[in-house]
């Protein structure tokens, strides 16, 4: 079946450093690929996605590659800050009985300090 | 877009008592997902519906949990009678049918049964 598999946390950091959160996906098909992020005491927001094989998502200087091939989707930040400190969910979706439906994985702990 | 609102934002009851939960999704998306969050077991799917009506409730957990979307604008989930295991946060999600763009999740109601 369609599964996600990402990298286990916690994951601690310096300020600037550069991240990855590994992230690797099971599926039959083409899915969409996802990245949200879940600030403290708040829902999960879409940060990034991509559709199809060797699209790149980006937004607020994250970045993340659907890469086929590997049936990858690791998530990258060339220097973190103190405010990207959440829980980070790598998905994908897939249609069943005409819906859209997301898998996730079980989430990074991600904490950046000063 | 106000996004996906939920109700109320936390809740504390006794053990034994109805609790209901409540959410209003986006204008114009058509299904709505229930979901659960807790640390031992990650977000778990409750039940979904598609125009209003419950497509798969194979994730709630017992009869105690039942869920209702009377109209396009409202949804709400019901635990009767509560027990402490079923502390968690409980988001809703909205989406429309086709397209990559993945779930808006609400900001959730945090759930504590004593």
């Known amino acids: 079946g369609n599964s996600v598999t990402q990298m286990e946390g916690p994951v601690t950091l310096s300020e600037e450093a550069f991240l990855t959160i590994n992230c690797t996906y099971t599926?039959?098909?083409?899915?969409?690929l996802f990245w949200y992020v879940q600030y403290p005491g708040e829902g999960l927001q879409l940060l990034l996605k991509?559709?199809?094989?060797?699209d790149k998502g980006s937004n607020k200087g994250f970045e993340a590659t659907y890469r086929k091939e590997t049936t990858s989707f690791h998530l990258e930040k060339g220097s973190v800050q103190v405010s990207d400190s959440a829980v980070y969910f790598c998905?994908?979706?897939?249609?069943?009985?005409?819906?859209?439906?997301?898998?996730f994985g079980q989430g990074t702990r991600l904490t950046i300090n000063p | 877009d106000a996004g996906v609102i939920q109700s109320p934002r936390h809740e504390v009851t006794e053990m034994g008592q109805e609790v209901t939960l409540r959410c209003k999704p986006i204008?114009?998306?058509?299904?709505l997902f229930w979901y659960r969050q807790t640390m031992m077991r990650g977000l778990e799917l409750l039940i979904y519906?598609?125009?209003?009506?419950?497509?798969?409730d194979s994730g709630m957990p017992e009869d105690r949990f039942s869920a209702k979307m009377p109209n396009a604008s409202f949804s709400t989930l019901k635990i009767q009678p509560s027990e402490p295991r079923d502390s968690a946060v409980y988001f809703c999600?909205?989406?429309?049918?086709?397209?990559?763009?993945?779930?808006?999740f609400g900001s959730g109601t945090r759930l504590t049964v004593v």
């Open positions: 999600a909205s989406s429309l049918v086709w397209g990559g763009d993945g779930y808006t």
């Open positions: 599926a039959t098909g083409y899915p969409s």
């Open positions: 991509a559709t199809k094989a060797d």
């Open positions: 998905a994908l979706s897939h249609i069943i009985q005409g819906a859209q439906k997301l898998v």
């Open positions: 204008s114009g998306h058509d299904y």
């Open positions: 519906f598609n125009n209003n009506v419950p497509i798969d």
